[in-house]
């Protein structure tokens, strides 16, 4: 990766770290907020728990199906959406990581209650 492309990436993990810490700071507003040593260590452990998942979702992805393939089925699916005359992607949605981890276990009850406990996220 070129030191230009990995600057791209800032502004969106910005965003997606100040999520923990903007949950965190309403926590603050409801509970203690006098205390500013509960307020700071709920954002504090909000973020860094938030990013030792993220370090660990990456490193799962790549020792399970490797970067390329992830990198070839997100470029397959935007491809085909900002090329014009590219080909149709394989899979008509995005392969958020979730899905290409249903598709790795045959089980198809752990199939569903992923479906539906990720469903629960929004």
């Given at each position: 990766?070129?030191?230009?492309s990995t600057l791209?990436?800032?502004?969106f993990?910005?965003?997606?770290?100040?999520?923990?810490v903007?949950?965190?700071?309403?926590?603050?507003?409801?509970?203690g907020?006098?205390?500013?040593r509960?307020?700071f260590?709920?954002m504090?452990?909000?973020?860094?728990?938030?990013?030792?998942?993220?370090?660990?979702?990456?490193?799962l992805?790549?020792?399970?199906?490797g970067?390329d393939?992830?990198?070839?089925?997100?470029?397959?699916?935007w491809?085909s959406i900002?090329?014009?005359?590219s080909?149709?992607?394989?899979?008509?949605i995005w392969?958020?990581?979730?899905?290409?981890a249903?598709w790795?276990v045959?089980?198809h009850l752990?199939?569903?209650l992923?479906?539906v406990?990720?469903?629960?996220?929004?």
């Open positions: 990766f070129g030191f230009s791209l990436l800032l502004p993990l910005a965003f997606y770290l100040l999520w923990p903007w949950g965190a700071t309403l926590y603050g507003e409801v509970r907020a006098k205390e500013y509960k307020v260590s709920a504090f452990w909000g973020l860094w728990i938030t990013v030792a998942l993220v370090a660990v979702i990456i490193l992805i790549v020792k399970t199906i970067w393939f992830y990198y070839a089925a997100n470029a397959s699916y491809n900002f090329t014009p005359g080909p149709a992607p394989p899979v008509g392969p958020y990581p979730v899905m290409l249903g790795l045959g089980n752990f199939q569903a992923l479906i406990v990720m469903g629960l996220w929004f």
